[in-house]
């Protein structure tokens, strides 16, 4: 009688949490591949499909070649992304990796989206290196 009682119990617990963990999934997935598709750096048609109206208008197709082209410059190729961080809004979602590229080693990828009309749309983004300073306030070189 334990013996099965523990098993119902176990089997209950294992399948609670299979459902906690699955209720994103579907909305990540969707956001992992426009990520992948914006940060591919190939196509602006398909990166445009996955931003929201404001991104698309601000980040036309040219300011887009010119933003990868310089990052290539910089940065080299993007060789590996890994997600740390996924937040969930009441209207959107952040999604935060920790990124590899050719000449920088440590990098942070941000994404973020938003809800519109029940589709998920990219609405802003940076890369940034995690470890850089930030500029000195110019109110304590007054003091």
């Given at each position: 009688?334990?013996?099965?009682?523990?098993?119902f119990?176990m089997?209950?617990?294992l399948?609670?949490s299979?459902?906690?963990?699955?209720?994103?999934?579907?909305?990540?997935d969707?956001?992992?591949?426009?990520?992948d598709?914006?940060?591919a750096?190939?196509?602006y048609?398909?990166?445009?499909?996955?931003?929201?109206?404001?991104?698309?208008?601000n980040?036309?197709?040219d300011?887009?070649?010119?933003m990868?082209?310089?990052?290539?410059?910089d940065l080299?190729?993007?060789?590996?992304?890994?997600?740390?961080?996924?937040?969930?809004?009441e209207?959107?979602?952040?999604?935060?990796?920790?990124?590899?590229?050719?000449?920088?080693?440590?990098m942070?990828?941000?994404?973020v989206?938003?809800?519109?009309?029940?589709?998920?749309?990219?609405?802003?983004f940076?890369v940034?290196d995690?470890?850089a300073?930030?500029?000195a306030?110019?109110?304590?070189?007054?003091?």
């Amino acid at each position: 009688m334990k013996k099965k009682f523990v098993m119902f119990l176990m089997t209950v617990m294992l399948s609670f949490s299979a459902v906690c963990f699955a209720s994103y999934g579907t909305d990540l997935d969707a956001e992992a591949k426009a990520v992948d598709q914006f940060f591919a750096g190939t196509d602006y048609k398909k990166a445009a499909a996955v931003m929201d109206a404001d991104l698309a208008k601000n980040l036309t197709a040219d300011k887009y070649k010119e933003m990868f082209a310089a990052m290539e410059k910089d940065l080299g190729k993007l060789v590996q992304k890994d997600l740390r961080v996924y937040q969930v809004f009441e209207d959107g979602h952040i999604l935060r990796y920790a990124a590899k590229f050719e000449k920088a080693s440590q990098m942070e990828i941000d994404a973020v989206f938003k809800n519109v009309g029940g589709k998920l749309l990219m609405m802003d983004f940076r890369v940034l290196d995690p470890n850089a300073q930030a500029p000195a306030d110019n109110k304590a070189e007054k003091k």
